[in-house]
């Protein structure tokens, strides 16, 4: 018998890969498909908005900016394929919210236990930047999946500030810095921690490195085993 906010969070990925809202979006991920690097050119891409995924009774809310274009928007899944995703995985993977610490296809059996991954944009945009619009069409779906998580989550980790500045506003949050490393109670139940991105940019220039990186995920750990709540 599936839970309930399984059946809810998978009809609502459906719905996100069907969107066709932002029309710069579609027509971006269809008509770079056309130009798709060597090494991926034989491989057919999703092309379509990335749905979220993960435990749907997560503790941990891991949100990103949006899918890349060789990864997510190439594989169908988030964090998937790409320099970011195998960031991500390594450490989801070291701190048990993974089950392998890699993330190369849709299909290579990675599963995650008490966390969920989402973004705020879900298809991937030109120079990853997604214009104001943009991010407002799509936070009906983040605003919707922090709402059934509400009762399982105990730590939100927002990576870089676009999804920083949309998780405070979705949640009605004031006065919050961006700072790497930033621990937040947001209520009696919740913290966020603030993380940059683990794009290439940043960690390619160690701006973020893996120990400021494995931290973040080795606190949010520690919240969760230390602050047990019925699930």
Known sequence: MHDFNDVILNE???????????????????????????????????NRPVPSFGDPKASLLVIGLAPAFNGGNRTGRMFTGDSSGEWLMRAMFETRFANIPTSITINDG?????????????CAPPLNKPTSNEILNCSMHLKKEIELLNNTLKVIVTLGKIAFDSYCKLTSICGLKFKHGSVYNIDME???????????????????DWSMWIEVFKRARSIIDNNPKDM
């Not at 990675?110 to 879900?122: D, E, F, I, P, Q």
């Not at 919740?190 to 973020?208: A, E, G």
């Open 12 to 46: 609502m990925n459906n719905e996100v890969s069907d969107c066709r809202l932002c029309p710069r979006l579609i027509e971006y991920i269809n008509s770079e498909g056309l130009r798709k690097p060597i090494i991926f050119r034989k491989q057919q891409y999703w």
């Open 110 to 122: 990675l599963m995650l236990k008490g966390a969920y991954v989402t973004s705020v944009v879900k």
């Open 190 to 208: 919740k913290v966020l921690i603030v993380s940059y991105h683990p794009s290439r940019r940043n960690t390619n220039t160690k701006l973020l």
